[in-house]
């Protein structure tokens, strides 16, 4: 768990929206530092409705700012999306534990849909090392291959599948190709990572899964993000989110 959260009130420098339902918003905060994968918990009113912080993943780390991508879901989500720049939003973070990343390995991305948002912060992490980011994406609409623009826009080599034109799903993709020797980084619906968990099993390959859990507090304190792993129950927000399949109990 990062030691060095903080909790401030920021200012929202922009909130835009890049395609019906998605946003990408952009607050005045310098966290001192962030690891790929780690994420922070958003007051979005300044009154008790809604009464719970929200979790994002962090999506980038800019001058003079941190950049979030959301998804419009319910209630707080669409509140957030109404935001404009000068208004304030309460930030704590950063919280939980990133990607490691070493420079003696190799990694391939998987993600589905918004579970692209840590892998930004990955893929300039790798070109920092000398590395070529590399990502399978999975999505339901073609509409949503512009959340993957930034990272071609940074040079990373992106395959994807379109469920509804190509009638595919990302899992397949990865299972199709040779993996070998690498470390596979995926986070994306819980379904999707069991599968890539699978896949990756029999592969021999070792891979590493960010969960998309439901938090409440954001710091260990509620218990309402446990994960099952095979030594007991471990909490999303502080143990993780990312995890080692290899400590994880699926569902099925």
């Not at 007991?232 to 502080?238: I, N, T």
Request: aromatic share 8%; hydrophobic share 40%.
């Amino acid at each position: 768990m990062s030691t060095m959260r903080t909790t401030e009130s920021v200012e929202v420098l922009s909130n835009i929206a890049l395609f019906p339902g998605h946003y990408r918003i952009t607050l005045g905060w310098d966290p001192l530092t962030v690891k790929p994968g780690q994420f922070v918990m958003l007051r979005i009113s300044p009154t008790f409705d809604p009464l719970l912080r929200r979790p994002f993943g962090i999506y980038n780390i800019k001058e003079g700012g941190v950049e979030i991508l959301y998804r419009v879901v319910g209630k707080g989500t669409s509140l957030m999306s109404q935001l404009k720049r000068g208004d304030r939003v309460d930030v704590l973070g950063p919280l939980g534990n990133g990607f490691e990343l070493t420079e003696d390995k190799d990694y391939l991305m998987v993600a589905g849909g918004m579970g692209i948002v840590p892998f930004y912060m990955v893929a300039k992490e790798l070109l920092r090392m000398g590395k070529t980011p590399r990502l399978f994406f999975g999505v339901r609409k073609e509409e949503e291959l512009i959340l993957a623009d930034d990272l071609k826009g940074l040079g990373a080599e992106v395959e994807f599948t379109v469920q509804e034109r190509d009638g595919k799903v990302v899992t397949e993709l990865l299972e199709s190709k040779d993996i070998a020797g690498k470390h596979v980084l995926a986070c994306g619906p819980e379904g999707m990572l069991e599968k890539v968990a699978s896949i990756c099993e029999a592969k021999g390959v070792e891979s590493f899964v960010s969960l998309e859990t439901s938090m409440a507090c954001g710091m260990g304190v509620c218990m309402g993000c446990s994960v099952e792993t095979k030594e007991g129950y471990r909490l999303a927000c502080v143990d993780g989110p990312v995890f080692n399949v290899r400590e994880l109990k699926w569902k099925s």
